[in-house]
RNA sequence: GGUCCCUUCGUCUAAUGGUUAGGACACCGCCCUUUCACGGCGGCAAUACGAGUUCGAAUCUCGUAGGGAUCACCA
């Protein structure tokens, strides 16, 4: 049997975090299996629905690397198909028509809350006809009984047929509801397995009735748990960007964001971080926690610092010339591929190099700040006077290290002294990398310009 | 309120009835050092609570407490 998963957002929104990861679970568990992952638009709300939603949500699946090679199935485009088995089910005896009005339907349901038995609508054991009233169908729901689902993360749960709703699945205007839309889709697109949050582990148990009704095969169920904020509550807005794309546009590496989010509440033992091929060998839903587990952005911090210093460099500068919009001449790209080692190993995500491009980039770059120039014009003579022994000596790193390591020694000076105004002519910075490397990647034009400026 | 689920360091987690309850992040300290970092070494810190079963419980059972999900003609 072929594995087959999806991922079923519906798009009123941008892709969320919780979102995110249920995606990549399905799509690790599909890949895993060689089996076939598909993403499916849920969008038979139309009042809520709308394109930018289904943009968000590729751009968030595509920045992860997670969308599917299939064709996306947009719900709204099986609206007959879903109909069709509505009314087959009301043929069999399955469901019923039932002609109660709003303000009926509100009764029911304060006395429903107040008993605590679902809503049975009067309609349900009577098989009568008004062809001139509106009407939706209900389910039939077994009223005695258990039913039983194995989920494979939460295990074998089972509750008692009588606290299920006769729920809805087709609506007074004749349009299908997601309990049967779901459904049905699921089964007409052979989806093997359905992995989702757990807040659809109820509406599993109303669902499956109609898988029974209809005689279908059953699917595998693995729901999961949902991201919780620091605090323990669902994770909301106040808690930082729920919108994965938002961690693209702060400077979160994809790589990153996938390997953290997979740890979320899922381990192998001995992995700390998981890169794509690793994390498809390794994935089981077996090892899938139970409990929902809380965002924490320093790990992801963490992870992303580690991503970033692993990665190729051309990479991490094309990444920051899209993020800053920069558009460099070689000798500056140059430059600022010579520093990026450097330069990352002091931050989390690339954005936080923003400050460092100026005095990389630009050629006339010099120290604005007041206090910082006072204390330049302070050291001139220490500055020139390194400039000169700089001018002529030969470029390597050795070089330039040995000459400031000399001057100090000849001068009878601590490195601090002359550390600290060289950082400042040549960086603007009280912190940068090591003296040598900004030395080395500048260039000596640049270095001697700087050491030199008249403030 | 009904139903269902969950609970191991602050956080993510490991430990299939026998471990000194392990690791990672965060935090703190020391070393390295040229600032900030990186790195190296070390430290702090947990089985929610109470019973029971057992020679032995984080692990099995029951109860309590806390947390979460859900209870629509939304998905």
Redesign the pocket.
Known sequence: MEVVTRFAP?PTGYLHIGGARTAIFNYLFAKKHNGKYLVRI?D??QK?STSEAVKAIHDGLNWLKINTNEKIVY?SSRLNSHTKIAYELLDKGCAYKCY?S?DE?QDL?IKS?EN?I?IKSPWRNKSVNKPDK?F?IRLKMPSEGTTVINDIV??E?S??NE?L?DM?IL???KTP???LSSVVDDYEMAVTHIIRG??????AFRQIQIIKYMNWKEPYYAHIP?IHG?D???LSKRHGATNVFEYHKMGYTSDAMFSYLL?????S?NE?NYEYSKAVELFTLE?I??????F?I??L??INSKFLNNMDVNEVYDLICKSFNLNLENTQKNRLKGLLPELL??VNVYTEIRDDIEWIVNESFICTDNDHQKILNANLTILNEISLLLDSCSWTKDNI?ST?KNYIINKNLK??EI?YPL?LALTGK???????SVIYELGCTIVTNRLNYQY
């Open positions: 519906s849920e038979t709300d809520r719900q109660l709003n339907l349901r809350r605590g679902p509106e939706v939460q295990g749960i509750v008692q606290i709703d809805v609506r007074s205007d509801t997601y309990m757990d807040d659809h582990l109820n509406n949902l620091t323990g509550s669902k740890q979320l509440g899922w381990s033992s700390d090892k926690n139970k409990s929902p587990s809380k924490d320093k790990k911090n963490n190993k002091r290290n400031l490195f601090k550390g950082r009280i912190n940068s990398p090591d003296l040598v």
